[in-house]
């Protein structure tokens, strides 16, 4: 019998399995045990901690269908939040993810600031053929690739060029979202899909479809930061942007922009532990 402990943690309903051991051998067959709701621990993905020789830790990510290499950044505040309730870094702390350096700052008991590195790359209206109609999209990739499209540019009724959405609740995220996913423009990689609506000057609501669950999630805080950035190119939306979340919660972006260059950005969410606990990985 080998125990492994672990940490269960949620970022605004976005679940993770975090595992505080370096020796630990993690296969996408085990990934995907872990990860199912039904026959594991259940969780949208697992993070494992790491040391660093450049900044305070490390940390790897890997989506509950075994695939990695993604920003994701409700599992970047847990692991603050989890790390800073162990008394092993300060309020302030750098971090690696991805191949690149992160700061963040634990503002209180609930909520988590993490600094975010420029998009690599943002292209605004575009066309992509899907579900029967023509959207107008917009991607954006800050280290996990989005795509972003308004509530009000999808048809309910494609016979019927007038019938346009009017909320969140009459989009079909999992059937659209997964179509979208796996459309062949973002081949061979695909990305995460992104419903918006504007709800005021400086809010919107989104629903995510997430690439490696390959299903709808309560939050996503790259999507968040990625909508944002569109809400207010595209919308005019004032910042700092609050983006409620399908789970209810709601995070924070801000930015400045000058001569078309994000810098300074910066979310704001809640972290928090589940439970602890132990599993055999003899077993899995």
Not at 25 to 46: F, H, M, Q, V, W
Request: aromatic residues 10%; contains cysteine.
């Amino acid at each position: 019998m080998k125990l492994i402990s672990f940490t269960k943690m949620t970022g605004a309903g976005n679940d993770f399995i975090l595992f505080d051991d370096e020796s630990i051998e993690l296969t996408p067959e085990k990934i995907k045990i872990l990860c199912s709701r039904n026959y594991g621990i259940g969780a949208d993905g697992i993070l494992t901690i790491h040391k660093s020789q450049l900044v305070n830790f490390k940390i790897l990510y890997y989506n509950s269908d075994g695939s990695g290499g993604a920003l994701c950044a409700n599992g970047a505040r847990c692991a603050v939040k989890y790390l800073y309730e162990k008394g092993r870094i300060g309020r302030k702390t750098q971090f690696e993810f991805v191949g690149q350096i992160f700061r963040a700052e634990v503002l209180n008991e609930h909520s988590i600031l993490q600094w975010i590195n420029p998009p690599y790359s943002i292209k605004l209206n575009f066309k992509v053929e899907a579900a029967g109609q023509l959207f107008n999209a917009n991607y954006v990739d800050i280290g996990s690739k989005h795509l972003i499209i308004v509530v009000d540019d999808i048809l309910i009724n494609t016979s019927y060029k007038q019938s346009l959405a009017k909320d969140l609740t009459q989009v079909d995220v999992n059937s659209l979202g997964k179509e979208l996913r796996y459309h062949s423009d973002f081949a061979p990689d695909g990305l995460n899909v992104n419903f918006i609506q504007m709800i005021d000057k400086d809010q919107i609501s989104i629903r995510t479809y997430e690439r490696g669950v390959e299903a709808e999630t309560l939050a996503c805080g790259s999507g968040c930061v990625s909508s944002a950035i569109i809400a207010f190119l595209v919308k005019n939306l004032n910042k700092p942007i609050k983006v409620k979340t399908f789970g209810g919660e709601v995070l924070q972006v801000d930015f400045k922009y000058d001569e078309g260059k994000f810098t300074n950005i910066s979310l704001i969410g809640p972290a928090k532990q589940v439970f602890e606990g132990k599993i055999d990985f003899s077993t899995i």
